[in-house]
């Protein structure tokens, strides 16, 4: 194997399991390796201490095992302007956004990857469960081994020289052998939980986190028949589909079914609601869609057949896309789709191959 010795990676490191097993390898395999840790929200807990304190002092443990230096960066002001005002905006229009994939575009990929560029890093390395193939310079996007954990669909807005400039190690490995040499090698990471919630922002109560940003809008809550049964708070708080804490009970007439959004009448800030699972309201057999990043950098003679999924965890979706103007495309898929939801993402692909994704601007 080739020395790797002068051949300096970054790797972003979060204190999670997944980046240190990342740093791990890459320093097995003879890399220059550095570790960077980011600081993209500066938000307290409920006793005043930071939340990536906790992070970042795990970081530190990590890296002093593994003897890499580990450098910090404040990308807060970044993540505020690039991602979280995205953010707000969307769940004010009353969609429903993926910072995520937003977060990884804008800030992993591109503020981390300037500072670390700035470091002397040759390429930066993360703990996503995802590969990169290299074609003749033409840089595939491919879908994690591990089904699972793959993470394929946060970085379907990637460019061809972000994926130039990255690595993912753990891409070929299953979640277990991940923690597995992560507990062989001694790092304290190895059964620490993985973090969830909204991306650098973490685990928060929703509808009090969004309530520091966003004003309440109560309205009505009503039946798909025109009947009020209940208030909510703000359209911008629900999610189509959604069952849980919706407060409605023991409604005349109703029986004692589940209720679920089945659409949200923004104009007349109206939830509108059945206790049907399966209402024809939450089936959809198309959408429209924008702002689409094709990873191979050209965009693909439409239409064309290929899978998608329009949530995170979701199975391929047989579909058939076309292009209506310049940046406007159809989505119809082969059996309907549950619950489709304006402001997510849908992600294309072709096999393992992320052929890249955009934002779901409306349904049908």
Avoid at 51 to 61: G, H, I, K, S
Avoid at 115 to 129: D, R, S
Avoid at 285 to 298: D, F, M, Q, R, V
Wanted: proline fraction near 4%.
């Amino acid at each position: 194997m080739e020395n790797q010795v002068n051949h300096k990676i970054i790797v972003g490191i979060s204190g999670g399991v997944d980046s240190s097993v990342t740093a791990m390898l890459l320093k097995q395999q003879g890399y220059d390796v550095e570790a960077l840790f980011m600081k993209n929200w500066n938000d307290q807990n409920e006793d005043g201490a930071c939340m990536w304190e906790a992070d970042v002092e795990d970081a530190m443990q990590v890296c002093d095992k593994l003897d890499i230096p580990l450098n910090t960066v404040d990308l807060s002001s970044n993540y505020w302007e690039r991602v979280f005002k995205n953010f707000l905006s969307e769940y004010k229009n009353g969609r429903t956004p993926n910072p995520d994939i937003l977060c990884n575009q804008e800030i992993k990929f591109k503020a981390f990857l300037e500072h670390a560029e700035n470091l002397g890093a040759e390429k930066i390395a993360t703990g996503h469960y995802a590969r990169i193939t290299d074609l003749d310079k033409s840089y595939q996007l491919l879908k994690g081994l591990d089904q699972n954990k793959d993470q394929s669909y946060f970085l379907c807005r990637l460019n061809q020289m972000q994926l130039q400039k990255a690595l993912f190690p753990i891409g070929e490995l299953d979640k277990s052998d991940v923690r597995k040499y992560a507990e062989q090698a001694g790092l304290i990471t190895h059964d620490k939980k993985d973090s969830t919630g909204i991306c650098f922002i973490g685990e928060q109560p929703f509808r009090e986190f969004l309530g520091r940003y966003i004003p309440p809008d109560p309205g009505l809550i009503k039946t798909t028949d025109g009947e009020t049964v209940g208030e909510h708070e703000g359209v911008f708080y629900y999610t189509l589909g959604q069952r849980q804490g919706l407060g409605i009970g023991g409604v005349k007439g109703a029986s004692d079914a589940p209720w679920y959004v089945v659409q949200k009448n923004i104009e007349e800030n109206q939830l509108i609601v059945a206790q049907d699972h399966d209402h024809p309201l939450l089936h959809n057999h198309g959408l429209k869609a924008s702002g689409i990043n094709w990873i191979a950098g050209e965009i693909p003679e439409t239409p064309f057949h290929c899978h998608a999924k329009n949530r995170y965890r979701q199975p391929d979706q047989a579909c058939e896309v076309k292009r209506l103007a310049d940046d406007a495309w159809e989505v119809r898929f082969e059996q309907s789709q549950r619950a489709i939801t304006p402001g997510q993402f849908i992600v294309f692909y072709e096999e393992n191959i992320c052929l890249g994704g955009g934002i779901i601007d409306s349904v049908y």
